[in-house]
């Protein structure tokens, strides 16, 4: 389950009879006609008055369930042709050829089409897709607006948190986090779309007011294949069934070959580029604040001016595509320029902890190559000493990118700590191996436990020095064989940095343990 259910439903309640949804799909359905008053693909979810929609898995399929969703309340399963064969005489069936592909368009005309009530904007890429959802939603909230937040670091209806687990919900959870909003009278929200989302047409039914592109970089192969899959997946978003806009960073090189396809209007967006839509005509490091004064340039001679209190290059970038999109969707320009000075990066994100301590500590998502790279970047900016730095990689996903993660760590550290992240199935020192690869530089360490390996950090860091923990930002959990055991490194890194300002127990004191 992607959201409690309850959290993300909408309090009027729907009906739809099976005969008119036949009559939509266009689909084969011979019994009596009855209504249905909900619609779900996760059986531990189902309700009474449910339509069950039951997909093929890859160990089961979801019609294997049938007798289980009778129980609960089901009135009626959606389903292709074997499922209806495992179904039998459990419930009333309709059958299409290929029920993943409309189970968002399915519900969509449940709902009554809720992206069309809401100024809904769409944001994909790679790396940045948090921050820059994040930075948009503060200033529609600042410009008065009511706003829905809808990805990574979870879903906000009008200032209500509601905890998820995918970038992206399902396509019945996703219409139905809308049509809360809708019913809320949200006027604006903000959606993290994922390149597995749109391969799979999780957002089928969504529409957006605009869509904006960060960059493509190494990530998520073991799904994609290659890079022109990946790249073809977050492409489809930039079509006439999904967005009326296209904003897209030209600076990276997917996004310029987005660009210059214009599959629908488009604007560019460059950090340096005069010849973009949307530029930089200065972004200057701020002398006595942390952050950058800037001026920025738009569609139509637009000029934002401002002091935009963030870090990092790739930073500029995120904030620059914010700031278009905010534009596409009303907000005066001027008014960005004021609202620009409060702006603050979303949490896990370059998010410092700090106790006292004479280092700079900080906690970063960062968890493909190019991102540690410019995490690692940013850090030296921000020190006039020695970047301390810890990484692990994911198991169960992307192998590729683990040993090119390990030499971006090498290279942007002085101090470099290999370690794990969430090893899910896999086996923690084999992702270590991977990571680690043959050679090994003068000033690094393999510590397989987590904790350990922040509180190691943390005791080699000395006055002007830098910590940063990269993996994780926001996630206060880590997966090790299929248990999630609790663990935020934040909590970890303010914990190993009390223990440095005031340790108790000096022998609990940190040791290198895996010392190369």
Known sequence: MSANRDAISPIQEFKKSLSSLTTFLGATFVSTDIDFTGVTLDSRDVRGGDLFIALPGAKVHGARFAPDVKLKGAVAILTDVNGAQIVGDTLPVIVIEEPRGIVGVVAAWFYDAPFTAIGAVGITGTNGKTTTASLLDQIWRMDGRSSGFIGTIGITIDGEDIPTTFTTPEGTDLQSIVASMRERHVRNMVMEVSSHALELRRTGGAHFIAAGFTNLTQDHLDFHGDMESYFKAKAKLFSHEYSDLGIVNVDDPYGARLFEAKSIPMQSLSRTSHQADWYYEDATLGAS????????????????????????????????????????????????????????????????????????????????????????????????????????????????????????????????IFTSDNPRSEDPAEILREMVGSTSGGHESVIPDRREAIAYAVAQAERGDCVIVLGKGHEIGQEIKGIKHPFDDRIELARAIEWLNDPIDQDGAPEAGGER
């Open 289 to 416: 604040r942390v952050g950058y004064h800037v001026r920025i340039r738009g569609v139509g001679g637009i000029l934002i001016e401002g002091f935009l209190p963030l870090v990092g290059a790739h930073n500029l970038d995120n904030a620059l595509l914010a700031i278009a999109l905010a534009v596409a969707s009303g907000v005066d320009p001027i008014a960005i320029g004021y609202y620009m000075q409060n702006l603050a990066a979303p949490v896990g994100r370059l998010e410092p902890v700090k106790l006292g301590q004479n280092f700079l500590a900080l906690v970063d998502f960062a968890h493909t190559p190019d991102a540690v790279a410019g995490a690692l970047r940013t850090a030296r900016e921000l020190t006039s000493g020695r970047v301390i730095a810890v990484l692990g990689c994911g198991g169960d996903r992307d192998r590729t990118k683990r040993p090119i993660m390990g030499e971006a760590l090498r290279a942007g550290s002085d101090i470099s």
